[in-house]
């Protein structure tokens, strides 16, 4: 099957007893055994609940792998993940992740006495520079956020296996339709469904992916334990955002890709940070393992209150700290997604209050960029 027939017959088999074309919300908590000593299929909604069970297998084939587990949000999800580790653990993080991810690395991890530290993953050699006896695991994100940094996921995962690391990466810029890191040999793939998966801004939800057993077994474990699952009402609609994935993502880039063109050619913008165009920095690396560029794009305006004014003129984006939705969202990351930084670390990444960052909604072009002169015109 192509990638956009799988995205409508995976999982959501609908319901054997009525024929019901989409999986119905069982909004229910206990399943009934048939007597004291039989267990039925399904027991206890935490355990497993068969709405939520319809998004973890289509999630799962969608990413190439057996296994999809659903959680309240993507940083549930990442949670989940990493607390397999314990006492004693070091584990390996990308250095421009995601604002929650790092705080969660940052602040709460060395709290269960697990070492973290961040390097810049799209060089395999800082990566060799901080693997050492207790290092158990290496989590990345490519195209990164939101300097669309690109990480050679191959090459990683090969040098991590070496040592005997566990691999996750975060999918949620890509999406499987997009990019299927399993295949490239990573071990764990993390999604924030909230994102392109939902891709209406009304639902928080995370998605883990692993084909490897014994990790499985491992997250099914702190799945339960931890309780943070998706609900089936959640379930339904992000199975459902996950059908019109392929014509959302595909308008989506189009845009974007025209967008990011439109954008090099402004004297105002200085740098414009999209995988899709030509100078990108490992822009060979990206499409060698993603079908497409996406629809992120971050760029710089020549000054702070440049930026600023910029932003205040838009009309159409959302001013927001999500992406990936219907509507374009537009976002100040120093300020808002990534402010949790510290300030040293903000500079070193030129996480700066020039850089914009835009998700690219389902508006028209025409319009997009009527908008954005207009606002650059007045800022
Ligand atoms: C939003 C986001 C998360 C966190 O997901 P939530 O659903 O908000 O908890 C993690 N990673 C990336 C790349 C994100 O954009």
């Known amino acids: 099957m192509e990638k956009g027939t799988r995205l409508i017959h995976t999982g959501s088999e609908g ?31 935490r355990l497993g609940n068969p709405t939520r069970n319809a998004l973890e297998k289509s999630i799962a084939t969608l990413e190439g792998g057996r296994y999809g587990f659903a959680f309240a949000s993507g940083m549930a999800a990442i949670a989940a993940a990493f607390l397999q580790f314990g006492s004693g653990d070091h584990v390996i993080v990308s250095r421009d992740v995601y604002g929650g991810t790092f705080g969660l690395a940052h602040r709460l991890l060395p709290r269960f006495g697990i070492q973290v530290d961040f390097v810049d993953t799209t ?60 295949e490239t040999g990573i071990d764990i793939v993390i999604h924030s469904a909230t994102k392109y998966l939902g891709g209406h801004s009304d639902c928080l939800a995370g998605l883990v992916v692993t084909d490897n057993p014994d990790l499985a077994r491992e997250l099914s474990l702190l799945q339960v334990m931890l309780g943070a ?30 967008l990011a063109q439109w954008l090099s ?22 499409f060698g393992q993603a079908d497409g560029a996406g629809a992120m794009i971050s760029f710089r305006l020549s000054d702070a209150e440049k930026a600023r004014r910029f932003i205040d003129r838009l009309r159409l984006p959302v001013i927001g700290s999500s992406l990936g939705a219907v509507e374009s969202i537009v976002s100040l990351p120093a300020l808002m997604s990534h402010s949790s930084l510290p300030e040293e670390m903000r500079r070193e990444l030129t996480l700066d209050h020039q850089l914009v ?3 690219v909604g389902l508006e028209d072009y025409s319009d997009m960029q009527a908008d954005l002169e207009q606002a650059l015109a007045h800022s």
Do not use: C
């Not at 054997?16 to 399904?42: C, E, K, M």
């Not at 998706?230 to 189009?254: A, C, H, M, Y």
């Not at 030509?278 to 990206?286: D, K, Y």
């Open 15 to 45: 319901d054997p007893h009525t024929g019901a074309v989409s999986t119905p919300i069982y909004q229910n908590v206990v399943f009934a055994r048939p007597d004291l000593y039989t267990a039925g299929q399904w027991e206890y909604s």
């Open 123 to 182: 060089d395999p050699d800082s990566i060799l520079d901080k693997i050492g006896t207790k290092t158990r695991a290496l989590f990345i994100e490519t195209p990164s956020n939101p300097l669309m940094k690109i990480t050679d996921l191959q090459a990683v995962a090969a040098l991590a296996k070496e040592y005997g690391l566990i691999t996750m990466a975060d999918n949620t810029f890509m999406t499987p339709y997009l990019q299927r890191p399993l």
């Open 229 to 258: 699952v998706l609900g089936p009402q959640d379930s339904w609609i992000i199975s459902r955002g996950i059908k019109t994935l392929k014509v959302r993502i595909e308008q989506q880039q189009q845009t974007a890709s025209r």
């Open 265 to 286: 050619d402004r004297p105002e913008i200085s740098d414009v940070y999209y995988p899709g165009l030509p100078g990108h920095v490992g822009r060979e690396v990206h």
């Open 357 to 359: 960052r835009l998700s």
